[in-house]
């Protein structure tokens, strides 16, 4: 069986990378970054995402793929959530993932790590860690 490699971003577009390399059942991300074009459509310096909302604006507005199962649960404030993006083109439900690598600091490459269980570990160097400091998850 080989190795398949989904791109949910940075293809195409500088940053936002969110690569899924899946292997014999396991599952491993390569970065989970932040779009900086995708979330400029929609948001700017004092303008932000409606926390209260979870996951709601992100995963509708596209700025999150919409993989069920891997998000924070505390983030999922209604099931009917995942109703709203069931019918996306990338709407998958994932069991597990084994980890994120994380490539290097850059907002692009590990702004939304904090969107991500808790239970999913961050694999970077100790520079990368301390500058990223994903909430103390690397």
Known sequence: MAVTITIYGGAGEIGGNKILLEDQGKRLFLDFGTSFGARGLYYEEF???RAPLGLLDPLVMGLLPPLRGVYRH???ISPEVWDRVR????YRE???V???LLSHAH??????ISFLKETI??????MTAFIANNGGRC
């Open 74 to 76: 505390d983030l999922v």
């Open 94 to 96: 994932i069991p597990e």
């Open 47 to 49: 303008l932000n995402p």
């Open 121 to 126: 570990p961050v694999h970077a160097t100790r």
């Open 87 to 90: 019918g996306h083109s990338h």
């Open 107 to 112: 907002v692009d490459h590990s702004g939304y």
């Open 98 to 100: 084994h980890g994120v």
